[in-house]
Each structure stands twice: as C-alpha cells, then as structure tokens.
C-alpha cells in the first residue's frame, strides 16, 4: 500500500531497499491495496450507489485490490499522437506490461525519487492546530465529529463526482451556470455523509474516513499527547490494514490505541491487532 511504498523509498541503503522490496514481492505475491485516496473514492461511491437504484453490488471487500506496479495510482498513456484505436490499444499493452512489474523494479526505476512528504511538519500543523482549538472540546464524541466534518470537507468534490456519474447513467446531464451553485450542491451531500458517520450508519462502508478521523480525534482527545511525523504513517497503514486485512502487526502503542474502548477498531473491523514478535509468528504459522 501506499504508506509502505512511502516509507520503504525513505531508506537510504539501496540494498536494504531491494532486500525489502523482494521480501514484499514474495510475501505480497504481487498484491496490494489502492492508494488512500482511491480507497476513500471506491468507499463514498458504494455508499452513494447502495443508497440508489442499483441493484446489486460487487462487495466492497472485492474493490480495493491491485497489483503492486499501481501502488502510486492507476496510470496509462495518455494525449499521444496515434488515432483513438491506436491509443487504446497502447493503453492496453501498457496496462499489461505494468500488470506483470514487480515491486523490485519499481523500487530501481524510482530509485532517484525519494522525495516523501514531510509529515513531520504537518505533524507539527496539527499539534498547533489542536492545541488552539482544544478548550472547545467537552468530550471525545464531540472531537471525532469535528474531525469527521474536517475530512468530509476533503472529500465533498468526489461526492459530488459520483453523484453526477450516476445521473449521467441515467441520461441525466448535471450543468452549472455558476461555479457557486456546483459549490452549494457539494455543500448539500456532504451533510448526509457528516450524519451517516457521525450516528453510525455508513462506517461499514467509509471506514478509511472513520478509522482516520476515530485515530486522530484519540490523539486529540488526550492533550498530553503530540503528534510525531511517524504517527501520521502509523495511521495511513492502520486506516488500510484495520479496514480489509485479517491481522495488524504493529506497534504496542498503536496497538493499546486502536482497542481502546471508545474506538474498538480491530473488533469492529474483525481485524487481529498484534504488537508482539511471538504472537505474530504464532499467528502466521496457524494461516491454513
């Protein structure tokens, strides 16, 4: 997934990077979760169409996979000189060869492009953030709606995507004279996603929203406690393995936050948090 990409172009020793790149192949067997903002995209998208007409839906559990190669996002050739066939069928060949890439050889064709976000200044950002905003806070209800509102406000342009998306399925054209009256209407769905997450009802569907916002509300919600640069991956790598994964081999710490009871994320989600080296290999050895 994309944090572990992330955090494996981070080591400086390119041998380690390639011993760790085949250690994925192997173990991965080629196989990976798309970036989170994919995930967040496929999540509202199930959630706006199992609200419609639709009539049947492939599980969501089936949507989220890809092949390694596509890691960093779905990419092809795009605004080239052939004809609209030729394109297409360049598209295609191109889609076939990056299906068969393992992780070894992206990790050497990118080997010069290290340069990751620095989370460690916008773990900084939020601590300011949440220290000038922390008297506001009266309990942790009222912190994970705040950060809900926070990342619907992110995702309120891809609502409003789907949503034209399927009105063009049904030969509805959706057009804006004025720019603010595409804005109002984004305004207006994301309030149902708001009070879908906030009274329960959709964090079966948009659980990369609810896993991120139920993380950093904890971190909030305990005001001795300050974001580090590693939390923020911490959390892009539980947001994916809590939500479609069976076991989660992390940290004791993370761990302890993730079963809290408040949040209860690995029983939600009926995903095994493991923070010890025996328990993990325990675990691996009884996989049928």
Known sequence: MTSTFVELMKQSDPESGLSTSALIDELSQGVTLVD????????ISYF????????????????????????LGFVHPT??????ATELAVQKAFFDHMWTI??????QLLDDAKDAADFEVLARRLNDGNALHSGDLRSFNQTYCAEIRGLVDLYGPVMMDVVEAMARKEGIRVEYQYEKDRLDDITQYKNPLVIALERDLAREILRTIHIQACLHAAVRWNKRRQLKGNDLFDFHHASAVLAYCDAFFTEASLKTLIC??????????ECRAIASVDEAAEYVTKIP
Request: hydrophobic share 30%; net charge neutral; proline share 6%.
């Open 36 to 43: 989170e903002q994919q995930r967040i995209h496929t999540e």
């Open 48 to 71: 706006l169409h199992s609200k419609g007409t639709t009539k049947s839906l492939h599980p969501l559990e089936h949507l989220v996979w890809c092949k390694l190669s596509y890691v």
């Open 79 to 84: 605004g080239t000189p052939f004809d609209a």
């Open 102 to 107: 393992p992780l070894t050889e992206v990790v």
């Open 260 to 269: 809290q009871n408040h949040l209860s994320l690995d029983k939600r989600y």
